[in-house]
């Protein structure tokens, strides 16, 4: 966020983060992105990314821990952001969420933000299966 302010000449404080969740793997990624930041590794507590719909859907059985395609994550000016349709999932370092919080990432979905905050989907960095 710091970057674009300071690129674009806006004040920090009237940015967002924006996440953009792509259809490719890391290995997929050819290059760097000219704004924000490409990042992969993420998996989702709770419930699944349709790579097909490009939406949060129900997990599958037996899946705990679904990986997340590369996702581009940039800042944006509050006035510009659109968070319809969107669920502003938690992302966690670990899943023991407690002080691991790191930022929101806006995802889409076609469900009610209500289900997927009742079922406590986050996004995790570092997932230990025991």
Same mark, same amino acid.
């Given at each position: 966020?710091?970057?674009?302010?300071?690129?674009?000449?806006?004040?920090?404080?009237?940015?967002?983060?924006?996440?953009?969740v792509t259809?490719?793997?890391?290995?997929?990624?050819?290059?760097?992105?000219?704004?924000?930041?490409?990042?992969?590794?993420?998996?989702?507590?709770?419930?699944?990314?349709?790579?097909?719909?490009?939406?949060?859907?129900?997990?599958?059985?037996?899946?705990?821990?679904?990986?997340?395609?590369?996702?581009?994550?940039? $800042?944006? /000016?509050?006035? *510009?952001?659109?968070?319809?349709?969107?669920? #502003?999932?938690? =992302?966690?370092?670990?899943? +023991?969420?407690?002080?691991?919080?790191?930022?929101? $990432?806006? /995802?889409?979905? *076609?469900?009610?933000?209500?289900?997927?905050? #009742?079922?406590? =989907?986050?996004?995790?960095? +570092?997932?230990?299966?025991?």
């Amino acid at each position: 966020m710091q970057t674009t302010a300071r690129k674009n000449e806006w004040p920090l404080d009237r940015l967002v983060t924006i996440v953009d969740v792509t259809k490719k793997s890391a290995e997929e990624i050819e290059g760097a992105t000219r704004e924000g930041a490409l990042i992969h590794g993420l998996f989702c507590e709770g419930a699944r990314w349709d790579m097909a719909a490009g939406v949060l859907e129900d997990s599958f059985m037996k899946e705990l821990y679904p990986a997340m395609p590369v996702i581009l994550v940039r $800042a944006q /000016l509050i006035d *510009k952001a659109d968070n319809k349709d969107q669920y #502003m999932c938690p =992302v966690y370092m670990t899943q +023991s969420r407690s002080h691991t919080y790191v930022f929101t $990432a806006g /995802l889409r979905t *076609k469900q009610p933000s209500a289900k997927w905050i #009742m079922a406590g =989907v986050a996004l995790l960095m +570092s997932v230990i299966e025991a």
